[in-house]
């Protein structure tokens, strides 16, 4: 027990105790600190049951920071929202309607994703899909698909893949974007439009326009109507 009313235990006293508890309330240790474990093996190592942690503001803010030499991140509750922080600025946030907000701080809509750009990148949102390793032909690139109320109720999907050709980063691409949706009675999407890397289309089929002549090409069944663009006349069959 030193002069200022500090309780020293261990280390080399009075200047590097291993423990001290201070008069002020305060308290350090010069090595790792176990609750609920007798074997720390971090600074602070906490173990217990499925809560065992809990950081309580008597404000409608709390938050935690982690500081490395560089930045600090937040992690904050506010009101009814958490937020994500870096160096100060926000980045991210889920509100108290579940939506996940990146861009901007509250939403009205039923969205629950929104993407919003900011002034440096005149004021666009981009949003990548990015495929984990160059795509062999005809292999997919990106898929959105569209349920209705769980797994296994897809009713549309939008699909890009390559189309064919040299696949070369930096300088060849070949895609095809593929739109498909489900019809009454059955349970998987089919095709109904694919737009090519040369940017022909063709609805209702999945046979290719010719290269040659066709700008585009519909294809159905006998008591439908049906046409055809070619680059000098347009055909129409019914």
């Known amino acids: ?11 080399t006293l009075p200047a590097l105790p291993n423990i001290a508890l201070n008069a002020d309330g305060s308290a350090t240790f010069a090595g790792n600190v176990g609750i609920g474990t007798a074997s720390p093996s971090q600074l602070l190592h906490v173990k217990g049951g499925a809560s065992v942690f809990l950081l309580e503001s008597s404000t ?31 980045r991210a946030r889920i509100d108290s309607s579940g939506r996940l907000l990146v861009g ?3 939403w009205s809509d039923n ?14 949102a981009f949003v990548s899909v990015v495929r984990g390793s160059a795509p062999a ?15 296994d109720t897809e009713s549309a999907r939008i699909t890009v893949l390559r ?23 059955a349970s998987s999407p089919t095709e109904r439009m694919r737009i090519s890397n ?41």
């Not at 969205?111 to 666009?124: C, K, L, M, S, Y």
């Not at 189309?163 to 009675?185: L, M």
Request: a neutral charge.
């Open 111 to 124: 969205d629950r994703f929104v993407i919003r750009g900011n002034a440096t990148d005149d004021n666009e």
């Open 163 to 185: 189309d064919g050709g040299t696949w070369t980063a930096g300088s060849s691409h070949p895609g095809r974007i593929v739109f498909s949706t489900t019809a009454d009675g």
């Open 60 to 90: 409608n803010t709390s938050q935690v920071d982690i500081k490395n030499s560089l930045t600090t991140a937040r992690l904050q509750v506010a009101n009814n929202d958490l937020a994500f922080l870096l160096g100060g600025t926000e």
């Open 198 to 238: 040369n940017g022909r289309f063709n609805l209702y089929t999945t046979t290719a326009v010719n290269n040659g002549t066709e700008a585009w090409r519909l294809n159905c069944g006998a008591n439908d109507f049906c046409a055809r663009l070619d680059r000098k006349s347009t055909r129409l069959n019914s």
């Open 1 to 11: 027990l030193d002069h200022n009313g500090s309780f020293l235990i261990g280390g």
């Open 104 to 106: 901007t701080t509250s």
């Open 137 to 151: 032909s005809q292999q997919n690139i990106g898929m959105i698909r569209f349920h209705g109320n769980g797994s």
